[in-house]
């Protein structure tokens, strides 16, 4: 058996695996690896294209089908037990697979570290290229628990190059992770899609693990999903109008869920009150424009059950990764 295991979920996106499912065969080969790929979607020209072209790759069908993001890769690291590490990565990832290489050697040579991740830039899909501008350096966390993507948008000139460990955690795009070290399960099962990235995150802060961002790309990233208008409470409502209403739906819910996973009152009555202060405004800004996903995650918040991790570190540790 390898140490590496590579999870990749697919869900009708063809045109993106012909392009980023060679850096995984190049992975398997020289790292070596065994790569997984769980096909949410059912799709026969996938199922086709991947066994003539990657027949070394592990392709699955879901019995429940479409599964989303969190579930499919807990049940993949689930159902291949043994491995050292856990490459989950994303159909829309463009992956570099040397620096992968160096992550696990560097992994190897800090058992320390529990998750890692290098600078993500964005890939522009309609052009074929790969670009300098920022995709994600690791996900901010404020006091108020609103979280984004550090210098999202940005062209990347290194001015972020002496922070990147300040960040809280790793985007759900990319990312390698010590089996050994992760939560179980990886992936709060009930958050179909978004949000439960920050939630991993949260759940490793909390067992008191290393997270790292190296500072050399490692991949590209065709988002589809993003805020690129700022954190203002008037320039997120600009950015919420762009969304589809699924993804606007799940994350609102999942937000609820990982509050209710890892928020606490120990944080103090600054923090409190300033997390009651904003969840109150984007309640209102929901009931009035989207009262469907309002009442969704009301429902969330009143009748799903918080599922909380152990706790190893003392609040004022987690608040030192918020800003």
């Not at 979920?9 to 769980?38: C, G, M, Q």
Request: charged content about 25%.
């Amino acid at each position: 058996m390898h140490k590496v295991l590579i999870g990749l979920n697919t869900y009708n996106d063809l045109p993106l695996l012909k392009e980023s499912l060679p850096a995984l065969e190049e992975l398997r080969l020289n790292l070596p690896a065994d790569v997984v790929i769980l096909d949410t979607a059912w799709n026969d020209e996938v199922q086709d294209f991947i066994q003539t072209k990657f027949p070394n790759f592990t392709y699955l069908r879901h019995p429940d089908g479409n599964i989303g993001y969190g579930r499919s890769y807990t049940e993949m690291l689930g159902r291949f037990p043994g491995y050292k590490y856990f490459l989950a990565v994303t159909s829309d990832v463009l992956l570099d697979a040397a620096k992968v290489g160096l992550f696990v050697k560097r992994m190897e040579e800090d058992a320390a570290v529990a998750m890692c991740a290098g600078k993500c830039h964005h890939w522009d899909t309609l052009n074929h290229r790969k670009t300098n501008v920022i995709d994600s350096l690791g996900i901010v966390a404020e006091k108020r628990h609103h979280f984004y993507d550090k210098g999202h948008g940005e062209v990347d000139h290194g001015q972020y190059d002496d922070g990147l460990n300040d960040v809280f955690g790793i985007s759900g795009a990319v990312f390698l992770i010590r089996v050994k070290a992760a939560p179980k399960p990886l992936f709060d099962p009930r958050m179909w899609m978004y949000k439960e990235d920050i939630d991993l995150s949260y759940r490793l802060r909390w067992l008191g693990e290393k997270i790292v961002i190296f500072p050399e790309v490692w991949a590209w990233h065709a988002r589809s999903v993003s805020n690129k208008e700022g954190k203002g409470l008037e320039k997120l409502a600009k950015a919420d109008q762009k969304k589809r209403d699924y993804a606007r739906l799940h994350s609102y819910k999942n937000h609820f869920l990982l509050l209710k996973n890892n928020f606490t009152r120990r944080y103090g009555f600054r923090v409190v009150w300033a997390m009651l202060s904003y969840e109150v405004l984007k309640g209102v800004y929901m009931l009035f424009r989207h009262p469907k996903v309002f009442f969704g995650g009301l429902k969330t918040l009143l009748f799903t059950p918080a599922r909380r991790s152990p706790r190893r570190v003392s609040a004022q540790k987690i608040l030192s990764f918020f800003n």
